[in-house]
């Protein structure tokens, strides 16, 4: 008879912590719907901040930071550091609806599909607090460079010095160095957004089919009120994640050579053309 009981559960896993209910609908299938999040998690990565210039052939020159960020800091009294870090943080948030088909005789072993959904942001980074001065001053430099490159005043009709100029201009703008440009090896270097913050985030999906397996039992011997079951299967999020950057470029995609703990996250990231779910579910018959 369908809806005859009704499971309540506990779910630990990949898709983070979650709850959800249970209830037959026939005597070899199950429902289960119910939602997960992923816990407060952080990860920390670092970018280099470098400077460079095309040239009149339109080649990239990289030029010297450390004369850039000494000249910056007389014109300025700031002082600009050569990394700036980020935090990377996981926002895993899914409602699923799920039927569990159970083939055989003892019911142990259930096949399962149905879906996930939830926001399509699932990850994002973000520049740190201590980083805000430094990325101020990759902001106020970058705009003194493209007034001295256009010709144009600070403010009113007062320019800077010409030597100075020249050297400014020598230097070329500031960036945070990604990686290289895939259509045409040029480097890509990420500036900071009008509130001078750098970001990034993780985009798939949002609704997410499920196919997979698992197996269960009572936990307690002979007392079917509580149960244990395991889940083990794919969340299929649409290939593979996009990572885009707050100027709209996808490191997934677009830039290659991408070095240290960043392009292990984006390489790690990018190989997952599915999500792999392995849960634990702990169940309480209700009625």
């Known amino acids: 008879m369908a809806f005859r009981h ?5 779910t630990a896993g990949t898709t983070g912590l979650g709850v959800d209910f249970a209830t037959p609908i026939s005597n070899v299938v199950k429902i289960r719907t119910g939602v997960s999040f992923m816990p407060h998690l952080s990860a920390m990565m670092d970018f280099n901040l470098e400077s460079g210039k ?3 052939n339109g080649n990239w020159t990289d030029t010297k930071f450390e004369k850039l960020k000494d000249r910056f800091e007389e014109i300025s009294g700031y002082a600009i550091e050569d990394k700036v870090n980020m935090k990377g943080e996981p926002r895993f948030c899914n409602f699923h609806l799920l ?23 699932v990850a994002k980074a973000v520049n740190i607090t201590e980083d805000m ?3 101020v001053g990759v902001s106020v430099y970058n705009n003194l460079y493209d007034k001295v490159l256009n010709d144009e005043p600070l403010y009113d009709d007062v320019y800077l010095d010409p030597e100075i100029e ?13 990686g290289d440009k ?6 890509y270097n990420m500036e900071p957004d009008e509130k001078s913050m750098v970001r990034a ?5 949002a609704f997410r089919p499920y196919l997979g397996f698992g197996y269960g039992g009572n936990l307690l011997r002979n007392d079917d009120r509580f149960g244990i079951s395991f889940d083990c299967g794919a969340m299929f999020w649409g290939g593979t994640p996009e990572i885009i950057t707050h100027d709209g470029t996808n490191l ?5 050579h991408i070095k240290g703990k960043v392009g292990n996250y984006v390489n790690a990231i990018s190989a997952f053309k599915v999500y792999p779910v392995i849960n634990v579910r702990f169940t309480r018959k209700l009625f």
Not at 166 to 178: A, E, F, P, W
Not at 182 to 187: I, N
Not at 201 to 205: H, M
């Open 166 to 178: 020249q050297k400014i201009l020598s230097y070329g703008r500031l960036g945070i160095y990604v």
């Open 99 to 121: 039927a569990d088909v159970f083939p055989f005789h003892k019911k142990n072993w259930h096949f399962t599909a149905g879906f996930y959904v939830g926001p399509a942001r």
């Open 6 to 10: 009704l499971d309540f559960s506990i």
């Open 133 to 135: 001065v430094s990325l």
């Open 182 to 187: 895939k259509a045409d090896g040029t480097p």
């Open 252 to 256: 997934s995609k677009e830039v290659n």
């Open 201 to 205: 985030k993780i985009k798939v999906n």
């Open 54 to 56: 095309f040239d009149e």
